[in-house]
């Protein structure tokens, strides 16, 4: 399986933005829903979002109207555009397909 790197995490205001990416590996990788999940300390891992292979997405009642997923198939990466940024989306970010591994994630801290 592939392994994705996250990248594109830090520590931002309340109220600020962050645009996480997701880079994989893989002739196939437009056939694939690509998710993010984030994982809070002392809490399960939740999924964010979702996109399929044909741009089709979908958003946790927490995020709607503030995050946005994307892909791009010609780079076989996922985005995750996130605006007006809470202190509870604090977590470390993950992407996950059914053809790659858990990554390191990449921390997202929001906190003034």
């Known amino acids: 399986q592939v392994q994705p790197v996250e990248s594109g995490g830090g520590l931002v205001q309340p109220g600020g933005s962050l645009r996480l990416s997701c880079a994989t590996s893989g002739r196939r990788f437009s056939i694939y829903t690509m998710y993010w999940y984030r994982q809070a300390p002392e809490r399960q891992r939740e999924l964010v979002a979702s996109i399929t292979g044909s741009g089709s997405t979908n958003y946790a009642d927490s995020v709607k109207g503030r995050f946005a997923i994307s892909r791009d198939n010609a780079k076989s990466t996922v985005y995750l555009q996130m605006n007006a940024l809470k202190p509870e989306d604090t977590a470390v970010y993950y992407c996950?397909?059914?053809?790659?591994?858990w990554g390191q994630g990449t921390q997202v801290t929001v906190s003034s």
């Open positions: 996950w397909s059914a053809f790659v591994s």
